[in-house]
């Protein structure tokens, strides 16, 4: 699947990989750095029906699901619209069945990760494809994140 002729985010178009993680974790500034003064909490109130990472998951997760569209749903537990975009998301997830992988990263147990991959707002979505971020979109707002998803699943379909 080509998908160059759709513009990319300058940010989003290297590949994801771990090397390219470890490397980039030198220049982020302080600024960005997401950051959680609320306790930890467990996962029982985010969707039960997409996989949560970690950061080991998260890599095992685009590789095995590379010749698929992937979403990553960037939160924590503390975000009231994170909270708000489960529901979005599992209508996303009913939808968009066979063609886009969904996946969670709770930013706010993993903060370190959340630096790393230049998350700044809550909840961000990240769309993969076959490693490389090809969109990103930020903020609770589903109508935005279904018709991204419809654009590139067509796109996919396709090629």
Known sequence: MVLSSVRALPRCQRPVTASSVASTATTVTMEEKVTS??????????????????DQTFYQFLQTNGDNLCVVDYY?????PCQMMNKELDKLVA???KRVKFAKMNVGNHPEFGTRQR???LPTFR????????????GARPTHLRQMLTHYSLMASIN
């Open 76 to 80: 924590s537990d503390w975000c009231g």
């Open 95 to 97: 939808a968009f069945p």
């Open 37 to 54: 003064e609320a306790p930890q909490s467990t996962n029982a109130t985010a969707s039960s029906s997409v996989p949560h990472l970690d």
């Open 119 to 121: 998350i700044r707002a």
């Open 127 to 138: 769309l993969y494809y076959k490693g490389a971020c090809v969109d990103e979109l930020t």
